[in-house]
């Protein structure tokens, strides 16, 4: 069975940061595009950061570009997403995804993924 579980969530005054981290079983994903997304109440996941199976290509959304940085490690099977300079607007549970397709290049929607985690809840407040 393929999981995906993330962890480093939770509470955080504007300007703070977060590091969260997503470790996949039941297979490897070195092969494979790793993203995260994020869903805030009311409103439908959207794309945050995508990075290709080898690390050479990452995308981000406008909205955090220059903020989060997306990473991942390979031998361990686990990617990352660093926030920083969190504002209430980035309050959303966040998801970490996988593309089944190998050796494809970082995409932004939704239905290109294949495999999610459960999601950690972020919360950027004073």
């Known amino acids: 069975q393929v999981t995906l579980v993330e962890s480093g969530g939770g509470s955080v005054q504007p300007g703070g940061s977060l590091r969260l981290s997503c470790a996949a079983s039941g297979r490897t994903f070195n092969s494979n595009v790793m993203g995260w997304f994020r869903q805030a109440p009311g409103k439908e996941r959207e794309f945050v950061a995508s990075i290709r199976w080898n690390g050479g290509t990452a995308a981000y959304a406008d909205s955090v570009l220059g903020r989060f940085t997306i990473s991942r490690d390979n031998a361990k099977n686990t990617c990352h997403l660093q926030m920083n300079n969190l504002t209430p607007e980035d309050t959303a549970v966040y998801y970490c995804?996988?593309?089944?397709?190998?050796?494809?290049?970082?995409?932004?929607?939704?239905?290109?993924?294949?495999?999610w985690g459960q999601g950690t809840q972020v919360t950027v407040s004073s």
């Open positions: 995804a996988a593309r089944d397709t190998p050796w494809a290049e970082p995409t932004r929607t939704v239905n290109t993924y294949a495999f």
